[in-house]
């Protein structure tokens, strides 16, 4: 089972360095695990990832996204869960 949200924004080169604070505070009981990725808008290259289990670090965590250009990118977190099967956002 899969939950995700996605965030997409403009990254200027003032930006840097680009620090991602990921924190998840009530994720649904049959959830045990999470990943965090970024990419360029509209493509599928990861250019930043970062993924654990669950329990969350209470703190979140913190993932180093690289020096981008200028430009806009896409930060998607998708919860994965014991069925492996995929749903879309929101409740179920």
């Not at 009530?26 to 993924?51: I, R």
Request: proline share 12%; glycine share 10%; aromatic share 6%.
């Amino acid at each position: 089972m899969r939950q995700g949200m996605r965030w997409t924004g403009d990254y200027t080169t003032r930006s840097r360095p680009v620090k991602a604070n990921v924190i998840i505070l009530s994720p649904p009981a049959e959830m045990t695990g999470w990943k965090v990725t970024v990419t360029a808008q509209g493509k599928a290259d990861l250019l930043a990832q970062q993924a654990g289990p669950f329990p969350f670090n209470p703190a979140g965590e913190t993932m180093d996204v690289p020096d981008l250009p200028e430009g806009q990118y896409t930060l998607t977190a998708t919860l994965t869960g014991r069925t492996g099967r995929s749903r879309p956002p929101g409740p179920t």
